[in-house]
């Protein structure tokens, strides 16, 4: 019976107890799915408040992380944040870029069918330019033209809510990669079912289209 973005507060202290769950465990990179490019079709009031939770997190938790030796990314259009998110966020990616430890991959503003159609502007530009032969082009040089030239691919996605679709997320990256869905909802999402995924995930035979 409460608004919407009671949920959306909630699920804010999901994200510091999975962070630090995933960090427990030895996780290399966690990438959360924050707020995607059709999520600006949201009433503005949830836009307004969602952008303004992400300063309220970074606010929070950026000593903490950083103590932890934590290294925040983020990928998505950072050009079309309100300012003062962008600034928030800018402050969290330099302060923690010398970091060694687990990588906090934060996708806002993300969309994986934009990110591909920059990817493929960015190729053709260069073939316009004489840059580029076409023979050339790969699956490896296409990757390093996405926002996530820098990281693995996931190797599990964990889909929260009871929702069994992607919601345009990482679609290249995640061709291989494991499939965990759970009908809990995010903000009810414990480090217990995380667990309970890696679990699962490490129970897995991963042939990558091959034979084990």
């Given at each position: 019976?409460?608004?919407r973005v009671?949920?959306?507060?909630?699920?804010?202290?999901?994200?510091?107890?999975?962070?630090?769950?995933?960090?427990?465990?030895?996780?290399?990179?966690?990438?959360?799915?924050?707020?995607?490019?059709?999520?600006?079709?949201?009433?503005?009031?949830?836009?307004?408040?969602?952008?303004?939770?992400?300063?309220?997190?970074?606010?929070?938790?950026?000593?903490?992380?950083?103590?932890?030796?934590?290294?925040?990314?983020?990928?998505?259009?950072?050009?079309?944040?309100?300012?003062?998110?962008?600034?928030?966020?800018?402050?969290?990616?330099?302060k923690?870029?010398?970091?060694?430890?687990?990588?906090?991959?934060?996708?806002?503003?993300?969309?994986s069918?934009?990110?591909?159609?920059?990817?493929?502007?960015?190729?053709?530009?260069?073939?316009?330019?004489?840059?580029?032969?076409?023979?050339?082009?790969?699956?490896?040089?296409?990757?390093?033209?996405?926002?996530?030239?820098?990281?693995?691919?996931?190797?599990?996605?964990?889909?929260?809510?009871?929702?069994?679709?992607?919601?345009?997320?990482?679609?290249?990256?995640?061709?291989?990669?494991?499939?965990?869905?759970?009908?809990?909802?995010?903000?009810?999402?414990?480090?217990?079912?995380?667990?309970?995924?890696?679990?699962d995930?490490?129970?897995?035979?991963?042939?990558?289209?091959?034979?084990?």
């Open positions: 019976g409460l608004p009671a949920g959306h507060r909630a699920g804010m202290k999901t994200v510091k107890e999975i962070t630090t769950a995933a960090d427990d465990a030895g996780v290399s990179v966690l990438t959360l799915y924050a707020f995607s490019t059709e999520n600006w079709k949201r009433p503005t009031y949830e836009v307004k408040f969602l952008m303004e939770l992400a300063v309220e997190f970074i606010g929070l938790e950026l000593a903490e992380l950083n103590r932890k030796n934590v290294r925040i990314q983020i990928i998505g259009d950072e050009s079309a944040l309100p300012d003062i998110t962008r600034r928030a966020i800018t402050e969290a990616v330099i923690t870029q010398a970091n060694t430890g687990m990588t906090l991959n934060i996708a806002l503003n993300y969309g069918r934009t990110e591909m159609t920059e990817a493929v502007r960015k190729i053709a530009s260069e073939v316009a330019e004489g840059k580029l032969n076409p023979a050339d082009i790969s699956e490896e040089l296409f990757s390093e033209h996405l926002l996530t030239s820098q990281l693995p691919d996931p190797d599990l996605l964990i889909r929260t809510s009871g929702e069994i679709r992607l919601s345009n997320f990482l679609l290249w990256q995640l061709a291989y990669t494991e499939l965990w869905f759970t009908d809990v909802y995010w903000p009810d999402f414990t480090r217990e079912l995380f667990f309970q995924a890696l679990s995930y490490k129970g897995r035979g991963r042939r990558f289209g091959g034979l084990l």
